[in-house]
């Protein structure tokens, strides 16, 4: 069944556009239309996540992937998708139970290549897999690499005939289960090795220890399936971009004297044939700050980037789109004065126009401005979150694009017409679900700053009601509420809650200001926002002042801990791996550069430490307090949790802590993101509304 399947996919593969009918939409009815239910915790495997469209060098297929969550299997899987860019149905084209992700065309439009990791999908970031092929002629998805590692990334060559890989130094472990299954060595136990470390950053979460295996580039052959190495050194060589004329690669690396000190990535330009492992570089534009996100000119003689100006803000300084020659020189800024964050630019095949994607405002749009610079148009605008996006031969674009009340899909935007949707994958689920409305509010905080949000309503909000209400904060801190449709939020609204979720100052998408007002002042004037917002909604009728809660998760639990330190408003507070006593987190984090850079070291600079952290307002605690974290997150690591618990604990004030085992900052085990979804209804349920326990009934302390 599934070969007869891959054939036929096959088949369609070949056909053009036009000979498949498209399908639009069904017609709304004009009878009544069935009783919508409300949100539910089990809707979490019920709605599938969509994302990284691409559309064919020609313009007549997009190939996207679909994520989903088993609650038999307790995983996820994800599989790539086609859909003609005419409509019609959607397509699988990798088989179930895989995961299978970012798919890309190969430019003489004959071949799809993917990455499938081995088994179920791991983690939310994904460590990478093996490139797969499968050919627009016909035949079976064939998998080309074969290397000890995973491949991280891989790139088509403009002549179709290589790939550039990015390959991480294997490990001892891996080059021993690549000696062969039948070998002795593969038939041996994994012998555990102790970590010996000797670099100043030393830690990641979803990693754990670092050592000197660097990422580095390879060209692989797809005739001979050679592999030839490209860059090397104690350094990490990312994102590969290959030349027009494909002798050169562009890539990103960090090639400081000291990497693990600074952030300074720049753009790097190498033969592609380079038989000396990349000791001749050239760097495009020399500069302090952090490069990123290179794309070329279709003639070949200018490279653009993303890149930041202000490298002591750290992730607060703005990306700024950049434009520097090919061969070397000074970087021209193109939306200076825009002053939001620009990613993933991309040029036209004509070479005149860069497009680019924008934060702003609560929303991530596609825009557009000409390589010489000028002014800059939204091809797609509006309340809505572009999260990724592609562009044909011919000019037209295919997006991954999430509204409020819509999780994302396919669109399609041609040279002449308006935006259109090509997919609905969550169509049929959507259809039975009733949502309230999220209203995105404007209001002031305290010393006057103007700063905005999003409320979500409960689906059978009534005027005449006033609700128990939740402020709920984001992460980052350089983050914000994007115009998409937030799953938590929704879950919330569904059960009686009016859900406040402000952008408040240190967030991105209102410039760099107001991004930067954190900077070494936590838990100040974001707080002072993010009060505000709940204020707001108070005064506007939406909330009682008397049934409130907060929460957050990361910088959104650290704002959490903060606030009850401050007030006593809340009746109950949820913070999920956030953190609590700073000088703990010193050389245990990941954050080795980011700690000395914004608050200096700990014994230089101890007082702003203490100030900075929650636990100096410990005593004036008196939340009931629901603790979460995963047992193996190195971002802000779980015995910031344990302190908070801990201290909770003796304070008197009620509290659980949560430990997900395993689990990294962002969790990624199906039963363990609806368990915490269950906690969070119950803990909120019983402390806020007054109704129920605070522990879900299956559930119990210890087990």
Known sequence: ??????????????????????????????????????????????????????????????????????????????????????GGDTIPLTAEGACAFHPRWSPDQKYLAYLREPGACGSETYAGGQVWLLNRAGGEPEQVTHTAQNVDDFAWSPSSDRLALVLRDPSPEEVEAAAGENSDAARRPAKPRPWVIDRLHFKEDEIGYLDHRRAHLYAFALDSRKLTQITSGDYDDLEPVWSPDGRSLAFVSNRSENPDSNFNTNIWVVAADNGDRGINLLRVAPDAGTDDFPAWSPDGKWIIFATQIVPSLLERATFHLAIAPATGGKARLLTQALDRNVTAPHFSRD???????????GAQNLLRIPIGGGDITRPIGGRKKVDSFSVSDDGTIAAAIGELALPDEVHVLPVKGDLRRLTATNGAVMSQIQLGDAEYVHFKSKDGTPVAG???????????????????????????????????????????????????????????????????????KDVEDDLAAMDYAVAQGLAGPDRLGVGGHSYGAISTNWIITKTNRFKAAISNAGEFINYSNFGHDQYSREWEIELGLP??????????????????????TLVIGGEEDWNCPIVNGEQLYQSLKWLGVPTLLVVYPGEYHEFTRPSFIKDCYERYLFWFGHYVKGEGQAIPPTTSPGG
């Open 603 to 624: 014994w230089e600079t101890g007082a702003l430490w203490e100030r900075l952290s929650p636990f100096a307002g410990a005593t004036k605690i008196k939340t009931p």
């Open 1 to 86: 069944m599934k070969l007869r399947l891959v054939l036929f996919v096959s088949m369609l593969l070949a056909m053009t556009a036009g000979e498949i009918r498209a399908q639009d939409p069904p017609a709304r009815e004009s009878s009544p239309s069935p009783a919508r239910r409300k949100l539910e915790v089990d809707d979490y495997y019920r709605i599938k996540d969509v994302a990284d469209a691409q559309i064919s060098p020609e313009g007549k297929w997009v190939a996207y992937t679909v994520k989903s969550h088993d609650p038999v299997k307790d995983a996820s899987e994800e599989r790539v998708w086609m859909v003609a860019m005419s």
């Open 454 to 524: 999003y409320i979500y309503k409960p689906p059978d909000y009534s005027a005449e009601k006033k609700y128990p209400a939740i402020l709920w904060l984001h992460g980052g801190p350089v983050l914000e509420f994007y115009a998409e449709f937030d799953f938590r939020a929704r879950l919330l609204a569904a059960n009686g809650y009016m859900v406040v979720m402000p952008n408040p100052r240190g967030s991105s998408g209102y410039g760099q200001e107001f991004s930067a007002a954190t900077n070494a002042d936590w838990g100040n």
């Open 351 to 361: 070479g005149k126009w860069i497009y680019f994607l924008e934060e702003d405002d």
